[in-house]
């Protein structure tokens, strides 16, 4: 919107959504004797672009500018650079037209100038092929064409009629403006005066291409080696009959790698186009433009499947995007907006339970899923390669605490996406070297920087017991107590052994 006020201050009073009413009605009479032939007229073309449909309140050519440049603000219009405008004689045709509907329709002039004028442009595709061109422009310095010195009669004093047609435009372009003819004279507010700078606003629809995942959780987190399945949702320019190729790459981010194989394109066949994979884990689609015919203006959507690989644990609580660009010919890639994907993990610390500023090596730790206090799957893998759960107890997926007692998993969704009731676990299968072996499985949760925002030595702490040693001291007498009550248990005993070995003595 940056070219706006530059360009509002220099526009007519005249806009495309009415430009017929203020035609003249007398465009297809011979001229007065009086009257040339060399007389011009400018037409400029000032060119906005809407987001994916063209405003539903209309705005006509008899309000102030004022009211226009606050219409084109309301509806976020923007000026667009890069549409090719044609301009075609259709003077001939017009006139038939124009004959047709006051004379077999009985049309007042007023309104057989907009009856022929819509009757021609009805014709637009056709007339393309036959008609005369009178000039070719491209929009340029905020959407802005300009088809200068054009005549307002031709060599017998008749006045002119022109159709101009977009006949190109950028690849994010859904649908080409509508053809339209301005025949002349164009008359200024007071119906009188022969305007010979003319203003027309030719309007565009754009819809940004995006790529979703399809998957119903509220958080886009997933397991290391879980599937992931996205939708690349581009749209065809409406010109891609003029095209040569279109091509879509995805570019996925550190950590992501795309399956090429099980690419689907929706509505067209797989020997319609071709797939290469690239170094980057990524793969680019190559189809001929010809294949596209069928979705000219609309989009197309192509689903694909990949999976999170965490070489870098970096990446653990971190939003992870998958990237996509759409190209046609040799235009430059636009990108294709995309959801960020996350995984998570959990950092523990082994430690002894009567003294936890000891850390304890050589503990071997499973991870798993408990519901209901039972373990009821097993993991097997790694972050890296992948993780898998099911109910087989071998090659279970296990980690080793070293001197400092530390051990974690990474590349785990996060608890909240587990099924219902279930929790993830660590379930010890070897207890350090003079500990005894913890009987259950230590629950833990996984949540958004569970992970990321905790030091490895500020870990979830487990604690063991030595073997044959006492129970930890929480804090209380009861362990003194017990022992107490032991001694004085021990004491009573021998004091009755003795009474009972002097009443033998002195019988």
Do not use: C
């Not at 090719?84 to 001939?92: G, K, L, Q, R």
């Not at 045709?93 to 819509?118: L, W």
């Not at 340029?140 to 009629?161: E, Q, T």
């Not at 689903?303 to 046609?328: F, Y």
Request: charged share 25%; hydrophobic share 35%; net charge positive.
């Amino acid at each position: 919107m940056k070219n706006h006020k530059k360009l509002r201050n220099a526009l007519a009073t005249l806009l495309l959504a009415l430009p017929l009413a203020l035609q003249g009605a007398v465009g297809v009479k011979t001229a007065q004797a009086a009257e040339t032939s060399t007389e011009t007229a400018t037409v400029t073309l000032h060119k906005y672009v809407f987001d994916k449909s063209l405003p539903s309140d209309k705005i006509d050519n008899s309000k102030s500018q004022d009211e226009i440049n606050a219409w084109l603000t309301k509806n976020n219009a923007e000026a667009l650079d890069g549409v090719e405008f044609t301009a075609y004689d259709v003077t001939s045709e017009y006139a038939d037209a124009y004959k047709t509907a006051t004379g077999d329709k009985n049309e007042s002039p007023a309104d057989a100038a907009k009856t022929a004028s819509a009757a021609v442009a009805k014709k637009a595709d056709a007339l393309q092929k036959t008609a005369t061109v009178v000039g070719k422009q491209t929009t340029a310095n905020g959407g802005l064409a300009s088809f200068a010195n054009l005549p307002l009669r031709d060599a017998n004093g008749n006045y002119k009629a022109y159709l101009f047609a977009e006949t190109d435009a950028p690849a994010n372009i859904t649908q080409k403006a509508e053809p339209f003819v301005l025949a002349m004279p164009i008359y200024g507010a007071d119906g009188k005066t022969v305007q010979k700078s003319i203003n027309i606003y030719p309007k565009n629809v754009k819809q940004s291409d995006k790529k979703t995942l399809n998957d119903n959780r509220s958080h886009h987190d997933f397991t290391a080696g879980e599937k992931i399945n996205y939708s690349i949702e581009t749209v065809v320019p409406w010109n891609i009959a003029n095209k040569k190729v279109y091509t879509i790459t995805d570019n996925p981010s550190k950590g992501l790698i795309m399956d090429a194989d099980t690419i689907q394109i929706e509505g067209l066949a797989s020997n319609k186009y071709t797939v290469k994979k690239n170094a980057d884990n990524g793969f680019t689609i190559t189809i001929p433009a010809a294949n596209l015919a069928a979705f000219a203006g609309k989009t197309l959507k192509t689903t694909v499947k990949g999976h999170l690989s965490i070489e870098d644990l970096t990446l653990i609580d971190t939003g992870i995007p998958n990237k996509a660009t759409a190209k046609v010919d040799n235009e430059a890639h636009h990108e294709v907006k995309s959801e960020e994907v996350f995984t998570g993990g959990k950092k523990f610390v082994k430690v002894d339970g009567s003294n936890q500023s000891k850390t304890l090596a050589g503990a071997q730790f499973q991870l798993v899923i408990v519901k209901n206090g039972q373990v009821v799957k097993y993991a097997h893998g790694n972050e890296k390669d992948g993780y898998t759960f099911d109910t087989n107890n071998t090659n279970v997926a296990t980690k080793t605490t070293g001197e400092n007692g530390q051990f974690e998993f990474a590349g785990l969704k996060y608890s909240e996406s587990l099924e219902a009731g279930e929790s993830y676990a660590v379930k010890e299968v070897k207890a350090p070297t003079g500990y005894d072996l913890l009987k259950d499985p230590v629950l833990f949760t996984v949540t958004k920087d569970s992970y990321k925002t905790v030091q490895a030595a500020d870990g979830q702490k487990i604690s063991n017991t030595k073997k044959g040693g006492f129970l930890p001291s929480t804090g209380g007498m009861g362990i003194v107590l017990f022992i107490a009550a032991g001694v004085v248990v021990m004491a009573g005993a021998a004091g009755t052994m003795i009474v009972r070995r002097n009443r033998r003595e002195n019988i």
